[in-house]
């Protein structure tokens, strides 16, 4: 008998704090990179531990062990998947490829009822047009050439269970029809039969596209969207989740560690590389550049040019901010204009208020980022050397952010 799950925890919702008083550039910054990581990142010492320990702790829940993490987008990704598990509606999951659609659909599936059930996954991109009907419905032996013996399909496989759909938005519309009646009756066809048979299927699917859009365009049907999408679960792309990015990372180190004494480490340039870069693969980029740093790294020490990842603006990682001591106004050089370190605070009076549920945390704290380099610029006469200084960052990393963030 399954155990009651535990009450969720309470989400936590927008920036913390607030920008109430003038502050310094520096601090400013220093303010950001505090917000924008509210998690410790790993020391420059970065490690997996020996294989023989256990994992690295990433945090997470003990019944939903497919998706990890203590950020307030993941804990509200698993605070919904148990609210919606124990009942039998579709579930329509959004999100970039590479963020855990499938994962969550599992998650879903072993919280329900269903878990002694099958779970039945099916890529409909990968299907050829031609064998959609009979992959998904099944057919009666003889019914064409090659039919040897019945065959069941997707649906009747996932009977009692679940039937997920990913790449949902890659069916043709002739396929959404069929699709739609076998939903809507709860029964399928095969081919070549005279009748249908019942069949008792949960479906969840999920694509990376914007199915909305897809609608609208006429590509994918309104009224299979409507059957589908009655609860909507969006998977938020790990570049939201930086306060989960140390953990996972030395996770999937232990992972490879294998019999390497005392684990991977980390060399300080490849430790800032991979907690700076944007990551538009997601979970499956990481753990791709990880894997592939094991195999080229020459020791037991990843250095930056074994991960091979290029930021969004096509950056090398080469030319990622430095790992760096945190900086204050003291231990940097003053441009000329602060007369000594007293510089001017900056101005935040533009900034729009972060509304939990309508802004983005991303998006906000671009802008925020944003607004702190284009005011040192203004500060130092756009000297970019002098800007980076007065911000307490290299001028590699200044020069990177100005490339990320498209500021001329």
């Known amino acids: 008998m399954r155990s009651t799950p535990e009450a969720p925890r309470p989400v936590r919702k927008g920036v913390s704090g607030g920008i109430d008083k003038p502050m310094t550039p520096s601090g400013a910054l220093n ?25 690295p702790e990433v945090g997470g829940d003990i019944d939903m062990p497919r998706l990890l993490g203590m950020s307030p987008q993941m804990i509200e990704v698993r605070h919904l998947i148990r609210r919606l598990a124990g009942s039998n509606v579709p579930v ?24 002694t059930g099958p779970f039945i996954a099916v ?42 759909l990913d790449e949902v938005a890659d069916l043709p519309l002739p396929m959404q029809v069929k699709l739609l009646r076998a939903i809507q009756e709860k029964a399928v066809r095969r081919i070549g039969d005279a009748k249908e048979t019942p069949v008792d299927v949960r479906i969840v699917c999920a694509t990376h596209k914007n199915l909305e859009a897809l609608v609208e365009s006429g590509a994918f049907r309104q009224d299979l969207y ?57 979970f499956r980029e990481l753990e791709n550049i990880l894997e592939r740093a094991v195999a080229l790294t020459a020791g037991s020490v990843i250095q930056i040019d074994d991960l091979q990842i290029t930021a969004g603006s096509g950056v090398r990682a080469a030319d990622l ?28 009076s533009g900034m729009p208020a972060f509304v939990p549920g309508r802004s983005q945390i991303q998006d906000y704290l671009d802008l925020l980022e ?39």
Request: proline share 8%; glycine share 10%; aromatic share 8%.
């Open 123 to 164: 890529n409909c991109g990968a299907i050829p047009e031609n064998l959609m009907e009979s992959e998904f419905f099944g057919y009666k032996k003889g019914s064409f050439t090659g039919a040897d013996q019945d065959r069941m399909g997707f649906f009747q496989h996932a009977d009692g269970g679940t039937l997920f």
């Open 370 to 408: 944003r607004t702190i380099i284009e005011q040192a610029l203004q500060i130092t006469r756009y000297n970019r050397t002098q800007a980076a200084k007065l911000l307490g960052i290299s001028f590699r990393s200044m020069r990177y952010r100005m490339e990320r963030l498209g500021i001329e």
């Open 321 to 348: 901010p430095e790992q760096s001591a945190p900086a204050d106004a003291s231990s940097f050089a003053q441009p000329d204009d602060c007369d000594g370190g007293d510089c001017p605070p900056l101005d935040f």
């Open 226 to 282: 409507y059957r589908l999408n009655v609860v909507t679960l969006h998977m938020p792309p790990l570049r939201e989740m930086r306060e989960d990015l140390g953990g996972l990372i030395l996770r999937m180190l232990h992972k490879y560690s294998g019999n390497v004494p005392g684990g991977y480490k980390l060399s300080p340039g490849a430790q800032e590389a991979l907690l700076s870069y944007s990551y538009p693969g997601n």
């Open 31 to 55: 303010s950001l990179r505090e917000r924008f990581r509210s998690a410790p990142p790993p020391t420059a010492e970065m490690t997996a531990h020996n294989p023989a320990a256990p994992a």
């Open 92 to 115: 329509y999951i959004s999100g970039e490829s590479g963020s855990g659609k499938e994962q969550a659909a599992r998650s879903i599936h072993e919280l329900s009822p269903r878990t």
